[in-house]
DNA sequence: CTTTGTGCAAATTCTTTGCACCAAA
DNA sequence: TTTGGTGCAAAGAATTTGCACAAAG
């Protein structure tokens, strides 16, 4: 379980100013790791910050992302989701529920970046679909 | 260069009924492999079919999908896209200008899908990120 | 003070829905 | 004449924008 005092630094080490709402998100973002789109975020929060604007949660997504804090995740077909776990895994999307799950265990040499002459390329996002467990009993 | 007539077939291989529209958005699909946006789709044919509807593109390739005739893909924040190649290969997304291109080259190892005891994985799609060549100079 | 962050409301964009009309078998 | 396809207009959902107020240094 991380602490505001966790996400605080955090943010420091990114160089993003933290106010209360940063850290909020920020704290949410470290706690819960389900690749949440900026709604399920938004109505986290809320109840204990009843003054939370939607667009604080959009603003301060997209200075994370800018500044490299989380990784933007286009999974869904409607919304953005964020992940706080920049390191190189795969995401599986589940084609009923919409569920987002991380695949560690993935050789290395699947990440690997394709020498291209036309093209400088400088990150990878590798998705599977399919079924997940309680989803591919129905 | 694909013909009308060549669209038309293709479409009753996947068991779709050849209406005019269908047939239009097909050999749009088939001549202009940049993976259009509905939007894309929709301005280039009106011109010659003055009363396309875009509920109509929308239907013809929500059809498309789901008989399997074309993949959907979802690459852009904004946009869903289509792609008439539905063999394995992967796509290069420009930072700068967003265009799509497509990655043949590339190990088959890349698109083995992996077991899973959690999941029953059918499909990946891997999205390479970075600066196409008239961006990269910029 | 001055700069930066927050939040409301309105606007915009993409997609979906309901329904009437048209076309094909 | 019944089924399926098309297209309009309206509704809906996600995101962005403009602007005023609040907070922090």
């Known amino acids: 379980m991380y602490t505001t005092h966790d996400s605080h630094n955090y943010l420091k080490q990114y160089s993003i100013k933290p106010s ?14 389900t690749h949440p789109t900026i709604d399920e975020i938004y109505l986290a929060l809320v109840p204990n910050m009843p ?7 959009y603003n301060t997504l997209d200075l994370f992302v ?14 953005s989701r964020y992940d706080i776990d ?5 995401h599986f999307i ?3 529920c919409g569920k987002v799950h ?8 699947k990440f690997q970046l394709p020498i291209n002459s036309k093209f400088s390329i400088d990150a990878v ?5 399919g079924f997940c467990e309680e989803c591919k009993q129905n």
């Open 20 to 33: 209360v709402q940063r850290t909020a998100v920020m704290d949410y973002l470290m706690n819960n790791r």
């Open 51 to 57: 003054t939370l604007s939607k667009t604080t949660v």
């Open 66 to 79: 800018e500044k490299g804090a989380v990784r933007s995740l286009i999974l869904d077909e409607k919304n």
């Open 86 to 90: 920049i390191s190189a895994h795969a």
């Open 94 to 96: 589940c084609r009923s």
């Open 102 to 109: 991380d695949i560690f265990n993935l050789e290395a040499s």
């Open 125 to 129: 996002e590798i998705s599977y679909m």
